[in-house]
């Protein structure tokens, strides 16, 4: 039987984005190899730490891969917020508040751990990009996951060769706070739970909402806010147009994914107010 359009569509996409992986990761072999970058490390310990967590959900709990990469999306979402929280209150610690938002610290400094947590924080992006091209977890001819995964590689790795902006995008990383809801909300769908009345739900949801607006829509604005405000500050090159692109794609992917939460929570309602059972 010939292979249909979307048969060969989906092998295009597959191919191409698994082709990049392998280039990425030829190159962190390349930087660790032969420039003697051992500080690179990292990033293969936490791609082989999200594996190997893989493979305990796998084999102890399911082996239903969407549950299985929910699963560990969910520990890394935690372990980065963890990680964020305590990178941010250590510095804080150290040194004042206004001192750790100057701009020379944001793009030239490196705060105590941040240069490890972002190096982990990648090797997990580049686990979950193989993991779903394995499993087909994507869907889409121009799969937004895999573009997503794809950026952040880029941006990550390219701060992480040159060691600048590695505090920016630390402050990033704190909308994963609000990632460990919406994998929760998953996984609990996932289970069956999901009666939009009950009080666990009603509690997930209005922290679900709380983090959204303060871990991705404001940080997030206040962040492009201040490379706006400091545009004039950075030397030139690629820096500042890469860091405005880069926040400008994570501003637009947050207005989708509020409109996508937006219609899940009314979807989820739904079902609720149209139920006979609870007029009776």
Request: aromatic share 14%; glycine share 4%.
């Amino acid at each position: 039987m010939p292979p249909t359009h979307q048969s060969s569509s989906a092998t295009k996409v597959s191919t191409f984005f698994s082709a990049t992986l392998l280039l990425w990761v030829i190159s962190v072999f390349f930087q660790i190899l032969f420039n003697k970058r051992r500080d690179l490390l990292y990033i293969f310990a936490g791609g082989c730490f999200y594996q190997f967590a893989n493979w305990v959900i796998r084999f102890s709990v399911s082996r239903d891969p969407l549950f299985v990469n929910t699963s560990v999306s969910l520990l890394h979402s935690a372990v980065t917020s963890v990680s964020v929280v305590f990178i941010l209150l250590n510095q804080w610690s150290l040194t004042s508040f206004k001192s750790m938002f100057e701009h020379k610290e944001l793009v030239e400094g490196t705060w105590p751990w941040a240069y490890q947590a972002l190096c982990f924080s990648c090797g997990y992006f580049a686990y979950d990009q193989q993991d779903m091209l394995q499993y087909r977890l994507y869907s889409g001819f121009i799969p937004s996951i895999l573009i997503h995964h794809l950026v952040l590689l880029i941006c990550f790795t390219l701060a992480l060769y040159r060691h600048i902006t590695i505090n920016y995008l630390i402050l990033t990383l704190i909308c994963e706070l609000h990632s460990v809801f919406l994998h929760v909300r998953k996984l609990r769908r996932m289970a069956g739970v999901r009666d939009a009345e009950s009080r666990v739900v009603k509690v997930e949801w209005i922290l679900n909402w709380i983090m959204f607006v303060f871990t991705r829509l404001v940080s997030h604005i206040l962040i492009t806010g201040k490379l706006i405000k400091d545009a004039s500050k950075f030397e030139k090159g690629i820096e500042w147009p890469l860091a405005m692109l880069g926040m400008a794609g994570m501003n637009l992917l947050n207005a989708f994914l509020g409109i996508d939460l937006f219609n899940a929570f009314k979807k989820e309602k739904k079902p609720q107010q149209n139920n006979p059972k609870r007029h009776e």
